[in-house]
């Protein structure tokens, strides 16, 4: 028990644990500072990047699985994310790691968040009347058997079909994406 509390006691000492100097370690939350991360942090950052498993990473790093998980969990905390994909595109915002660390198949769903933040919204070509009708449906809150009862498609494949015709059009992923899109774009 001696041994226990004289390895906590010098801890309650580090300024992390005293609350005058919280901010130095963590941001506010409507900063556009990047926080500070030291060099095994912009470590651990690269290897979740590069979409490798926190068990390959604790592999790499040389650390147990526990330590890694309370390490990320402190990642999150300093960048104030709740996940891997918000930790990265904050690491790319704030130039903590450059797009090129990312793994290939990661690099386009982390630089198209940073992208359209940036972008006006724009139609790639114009949306047909029965597609304007789906979204008015999908907005409104009807199911697809729902919309397909309304517009008297041929079935659940065509249904699926148009669906994806709408989100190629509004660079949308889903249709909840697709319906903010075209409502923001007054199109419905």
Avoid: W
């Avoid at 004289?6 to 005058?20: D, M, Q, Y």
């Avoid at 058997?145 to 669906?163: D, P, R, V």
Wanted: aromatic share 8%.
């Amino acid at each position: 028990m001696c041994i226990l509390t004289s390895f906590i006691r010098p801890f309650k000492k580090h300024p992390a644990f005293i609350g005058k100097n919280m901010e130095k370690y963590y941001t506010d939350i409507n900063s556009n500072k990047a926080p500070r991360v030291i060099k095994s942090q912009l470590k651990l950052i690269k290897a979740l990047a590069e979409g490798r498993t926190l068990k390959e990473t604790a592999d790499m790093l040389d650390i147990s699985y526990y330590n890694l998980q309370k390490r990320t969990q402190l990642l999150y905390k300093k960048f104030k994310v709740h996940n891997r994909a918000a930790l990265i595109t904050k690491a790319l915002k704030f130039k903590i790691i450059p797009s090129s660390d990312i793994k290939k198949h990661f690099r386009l769903r982390f630089t198209n968040k940073l992208d359209s933040n940036r972008t006006n919204l724009k139609l790639k070509s114009d949306l047909t009347e029965l597609e304007i009708n789906y979204l008015k449906l999908a907005a409104s809150g009807a199911i697809k058997k729902e919309i397909i009862k309304q517009l008297n498609l041929i079935n659940m494949h065509f249904c699926n079909f148009l669906l994806a015709e709408i989100c190629s059009k509004l660079n949308a992923r889903n249709i909840t994406e697709a319906t903010t899109k075209a409502i923001r774009l007054n199109v419905i």
